[in-house]
Structure formats: structure tokens, C-alpha cells
């Protein structure tokens, strides 16, 4: 039986997706599993609209008040759309892609 991967993405690649060509979101989520985009990250993203990236075959989540909450009490060198990716991934046991050295070291 084949083990699929789900994963969330932080707007760096989100952004290096999108520019190396149409289609490679998509062939991800075949090959490995769906790929999860927070909307604080979203936000991030000017040229990803919510509908566009259902129409890539994004997950769009909304994370629940607590990780908010959570992630706006939280200090350091990660950004707050970055601290809630985080904080998601976490709590779904998602693997989290980035290309942000902070985030992949947190």
C-alpha cells in the first residue's frame, strides 16, 4: 500500500511553485500527497487568490483561534503567517516545506 504525505507550505514556496511552471503543484499532491496552505500565508502570496489555489488543488485551512492565539504570543525571528504554518503542521502532523531558513530550522 502506497504512503501518502500530507503536506503545508509556507509562502517562499508557494511562490517558487507558481513561477517554475504551471502544473507542478498539482503533479506534487499526485506523487506525495496534498499540499496545505494556511490563509495568514496565503495572504502573502499577492497573485494566489483562495480560488486559484483551490483551482491548483491547494487545501486551503483555516487554523482554529488557539494556534492564532498561540502563534501571536510566540517572539523571534519567525513571522506570524510563518508561526501558524508551523504551529498547523504540528498539530495535524503535516510535514512543513519551506525554502525559509528560520522556519526550517524551527
Given at each position: ?14 511562490i517558487?511553485?507558481?513561477e ?5 503543484i498539482e ?11 494556511v490563509?495568514e500565508?496565503?495572504?502573502e ?24 492565539l ?6 523571534g ?5 510563518d ?24
Amino acid at each position: 500500500m502506497e504512503t501518502r504525505v500530507s503536506l503545508i507550505a509556507d509562502a517562499c514556496v508557494l511562490i517558487d511553485l507558481l513561477e517554475a511552471r504551471v502544473g507542478v503543484i498539482e503533479a506534487i499532491a499526485a506523487a506525495i500527497g496534498p499540499m496545505h496552505v494556511v490563509v495568514e500565508v496565503l495572504e502573502e502570496v499577492e497573485v494566489l487568490t483562495r480560488e486559484r489555489a483551490g483551482e491548483l488543488g491547494l487545501v486551503v485551512v483555516e487554523a482554529t483561534t488557539e494556534v492564532r492565539l498561540a502563534a501571536a504570543a510566540e517572539r523571534g525571528r519567525l513571522s506570524l503567517p510563518d508561526r501558524v504554518c508551523l504551529l498547523v503542521a504540528a498539530q495535524e502532523q503535516w510535514t512543513c516545506v519551506s525554502n525559509d531558513g528560520p522556519l526550517r530550522r524551527a
